[in-house]
């Protein structure tokens, strides 16, 4: 089903697909954002443009607009928050090319039930986290010419520099932590709750209508958090991947919340994430949290061909790979309208610039893929891209 057929069945009454407009914006300068238009969130600041959770990341993020920056938060030996997207730092940063690290190196640590080998951020103090560099995820499809320029902040400096950039522009700079692995930091000693509202209430951010919002995917660590801080919460709902038919499908260790998977409560280890998006789900969020994370196929899936039936999607676009562009959009689903009802904002994940990422239905633009998102009604889009974010959402509130 092509989009303006999707956007005529789902939206109706909303803006309409306007790719004109849309190209035009990307020139434009970042607008003035009032409340109730959507978030521009910069995922892991500027991933697109930067290596992932580092201030220069972070501050071009700022910079093209981006309302919230994200730090995904975990624990060093010393009990200090840092900006890293996983533990494991084996692949954002050089400590590979540190050989007084080599030793180090650990093999089958357990990360919410999964083995993994590497480097972790709970084997270094702060001091020695802070002698290596970032360096880019994704280096075959992203540039690595900043790669062993930045330091990893502390969560501390993060909110300095958000600080810091708001007052500079005039305006409010929000912050989007993620707690990442909550059970794991638990397990060690190294709980992250106590820790990131310490670092809030430092900061004065430690109250209701602070620019704040914090993530988990696990359910426990956002209950423990509501009760510690009056900030926004935001209930983030994962999955594995996306069947032929567009159904999504859940396999360890992104089934449900590993909170879940090691409770021994049958009830929880009997659901999937896909509970958090049925009704008795929402209302259970409602009672602690003030948003959803979904994943984009949670709101609009897609279906792929298999036409020899060999139970693996087709090379539909004949360019010899299988990504999304062989992907045809499905119906939307009501989840946002349905979490709406249940005065829960709904901010979804992530938005990115590779042609490989975007539906056929995009036709290669990214800004398309925005803009069928917010006229379906989302309060919020991550994006390795804020200023294509910041641009396609000034071309949608113009009409």
């Known amino acids: 089903m092509k989009l303006l057929r999707v956007l005529a069945i789902a ?51 700022i910079q093209m607009g981006a309302d919230y920056i994200e730090p995904d938060l975990v624990a060093t030996k010393d009990g200090v928050l840092i900006a890293r997207h ?25 990360v919410d039930g999964a083995p993994e080998n590497g480097w972790f951020a709970s084997d270094f103090t702060l001091a020695e986290i802070k002698t290596l560099r970032a360096v880019q995820p994704l280096p075959d499809e992203r540039s ?25 522009r005039g305006r409010a700079v929000g912050v989007y932590p993620e707690t990442k692995h909550p059970t794991y930091h638990k397990h060690l000693g190294l709980p992250l709750e106590r820790r990131l509202v310490d670092s809030l ?6 109250r209701r209508n602070a620019p704040v919002y914090i993530q988990s995917f696990e359910q426990s660590n956002l209950r423990r958090l509501d009760r510690m801080t009056p900030v926004k919460l935001v209930q983030l709902v ?16 992104f089934d449900r919340p590993y909170d879940w998977t090691i409770s021994g ?20 969020i409602a009672r602690y949290a003030d948003g959803i994370g979904p994943w984009k196929p949670y709101i609009i899936s897609s279906t792929a061909t298999d036409a020899n039936r060999d139970g693996n999607p087709d090379d539909v676009s004949g360019d010899g790979k299988v990504d999304e562009r ?65 641009a396609a959402r000034a071309a949608f509130l113009a009409g």
């Open 144 to 168: 690595t010419e900043f790669d062993g320029r930045f330091e990893i902040p502390t969560f501390d400096e993060v909110l300095a520099l958000a600080k810091a950039e708001g007052r500079k």
């Open 238 to 253: 994962d999955a594995n991947d996306v069947a032929l038919d567009g159904t999504i499908t859940y396999a360890a260790p």
């Open 11 to 61: 939206a109706a009454g909303a803006c309409s697909l306007a790719i004109a407009p849309i190209a035009a914006a990307r020139d434009a300068g970042p607008p003035s954002r009032h409340a109730g238009d959507p978030l521009v969130i910069g995922h892991r600041g500027a991933a697109g443009y930067r290596p992932d959770h580092t201030l220069q990341g972070y501050k071009l993020a």
């Open 86 to 110: 996983e533990p494991n730092i084996t692949g954002t940063t050089d400590v590979a090319d540190h050989p007084e690290f080599a030793g180090r190196r650990r093999v089958g640590v357990e």
């Open 265 to 284: 409560d049958p009830v929880l280890r009997a659901r999937t994430f896909g509970y958090f998006a049925t009704n008795a789900g929402l209302d259970e």
């Open 326 to 390: 062989d992907r045809e959009l499905a119906l939307p689903t009501s989840l946002v309208r349905r979490a709406h009802r249940r005065g829960l904002e709904v901010h979804t994940w992530t938005f990115r610039n590779e042609p490989r990422r975007l539906a056929s239905d995009f036709g290669g633009d990214p800004l398309a893929e925005y803009e069928l998102f917010f006229a379906l009604g989302v309060d919020g889009v991550f994006s390795d891209f804020p200023d294509t974010a910041v």
């Open 201 to 206: 209430r430092r900061a004065g951010l430690n």
